[in-house]
């Protein structure tokens, strides 16, 4: 076991699954997390069949979905999954005497059993329905953006699969899939709150050390980079549009500055492009940034809507701007602007416990765990020079990519 500051404590199994604990005694609550590092990128020839395990999780005889449920919310608690690019992950938030209750209610759902074959065909018509909810919102435009931006690359699959390809998955897939990486070694337990790691660890040891670790993986990086717009031709009364590049990777020393580069860029009505595009133009109603880092790349895009008439306006604007930051940098007010802007969200998201387990749980099956301390000295380290430096090498407008969903503009 190992200790470290913010009362973070760490242990990991002989079958290689990992236990992370953020103690905070003052907290009634304590926030369970469960994390699984089988994503979207991890699908192989079947895309969405990690977010299909996701549905099945709570769905065959031997993962009774009603009596996880029932179990969780009779301790005055609520349950829910998720399935990301880059992992699944069950969570609970209990009152924190019932933090063992969760482990255990877990640890039912991964009892070894066969896909019942009526919950199978039920679920697949829930996720085609979901699909085309999906498909229906603008929110598609980031998996165009990261089609537009990295081509094949796994990370850029849409993370339900397809219609088609939910369709046409076996069963067979889904139970090869399953033992494949629903492994001990690609497991994190993260927890936050009045929670005692010691005692957690006890009850992952007895429910979890019978998992076995799986075989060697890799994260499935077939594909690269594509400099490219995607246009999606929708009857819509705005037209919605992504501009971004290739950014860091979490391990990355540079994500701090780019995260800053993104707070000065598009965060709030005192950002750079809401000045430009909102305040000074009138071409949007709202635009915002967003710097993502996953394991291995990461993307730094811009996303907003306007009329169909403006989007070369608005995307030679938004171009503008970050070359304008690529050749100058930003000033001293802004950077000192930024910083607090930064420290503060940080901040904010150590606050509640779920999204402190959260954080905790991702870095741990991702890379490594960051203290909120080292955190804030690495933000407050950062200077105009090391700003301008980063921006240079990331905002390189020769590779940067577009997507557009809406009625068709003249270059489309």
Partial sequence: MTHGSDG???SLLPNGMRIVTALRPESPLAAVKLFFKVGSRH?????????FLEHL?????????????QAVEAIGGEVNAVTTREY???????????AETVVNRFADLLVPGSFDPDVVERERGIIVDEIALISDSYQIIWDLFLQALWNSHPLARPIAGTRESVRALPTAALTAHWERYFAADRIVLAAA?????????????????????????QNGDAGGTATARAFLEKDTHQTHLTLGVEATAMADPRRYTVRLLD??????????????????????????????????????????????????????????????VRQKGISAAELAAAKTNYEGSLARSFETVLSLASIIGIEELLHRIVPFAESVARIREVTT????????????????????????WQDA
Wanted: proline share 5%; charged share 20%; hydrophobic share 40%.
């Fill in 57 to 69: 999780l709570f769905g065959s005889p031997s993962r009774p979905a009603q009596a996880i449920y």
């Fill in 43 to 51: 699908d192989g020839a079947y895309p969405g069949i990690a977010h």
């Fill in 193 to 217: 709150g009045n929670v005692e790691h010691d005692t957690l660890v006890r009850v992952v040891e007895a429910r979890f050390g019978s998992l076995r670790p799986g075989p060697p993986l």
């Fill in 263 to 324: 707070i000065v860029l598009g965060q709030g009505a005192s950002s750079r492009l809401h000045h430009a595009l909102r305040t000074e133009r009138g071409l949007v109603y709202n635009v915002s940034s967003v710097a993502m880092s996953y394991a291995d790349r990461g993307y730094l895009a811009v996303y907003t809507a306007c009329a169909p008439e403006n989007v070369e306006t608005v995307s030679t604007a938004i171009l503008d701007e970050l070359d304008r």
């Fill in 88 to 98: 699944t992950a069950l969570q609970a938030v209990v009152l924190a005497p019932y």
């Fill in 8 to 10: 973070l404590q760490r």
């Fill in 385 to 408: 020079a090391e700003v301008q430096q980063t921006a240079a090498e990331v905002l390189s407008l020769d590779r940067y990519a577009i997507a557009v969903i809406g009625r068709r």
